[in-house]
């Protein structure tokens, strides 16, 4: 099980029914096309840079990503601005926190797709 967050650059929603409708929209014109090579945008691959510094992939055993290396969602062909994380579960609350305000301190968006909203 995992909990999830998508982060991108662009410019922040007015409200969680817009970010939704932002999220729908790149994620299915970068994340689930297959056909479209875009590159990561550059705040997206620092972000996750910067994110990974904090917390690395499964180093000491304690997973906190559920699909590493997280470095991938930020570095694949389609991703362009958008990263979709999956932490585990265990780690979520500490990790999406982290996340978030990280998201926030990079400039860009934090949404939580499970409950449609962003995460401030």
């Known amino acids: 099980?995992?909990?999830?967050?998508?982060?991108?650059?662009?410019?922040?929603?007015?409200?969680?029914?817009?970010?939704?409708?932002?999220?729908?929209?790149?994620?299915?014109?970068y994340l689930e096309a297959d056909d479209v090579v875009v590159p990561p945008a550059p705040r997206i691959v620092a972000y996750v840079e910067a994110l990974v510094e904090r917390y690395p992939d499964d180093v000491d055993g304690s997973v906190v990503w559920a699909s590493p290396p997280v470095i991938n969602e930020a570095s694949g062909e389609t991703s362009g601005p958008i990263v979709y994380l999956l932490m585990s579960y265990s780690k979520a609350e500490e990790v999406s926190e982290y996340a978030a305000s990280l998201a926030r301190k990079h400039g860009l968006v934090c949404f939580d797709p499970q409950g449609e909203c962003l995460r401030t």
């Open 1 to 29: 099980m995992s909990y999830d967050l998508a982060v991108w650059d662009g410019e922040r929603p007015l409200d969680n029914h817009q970010a939704g409708s932002v999220y729908d929209e790149l994620y299915a014109r």
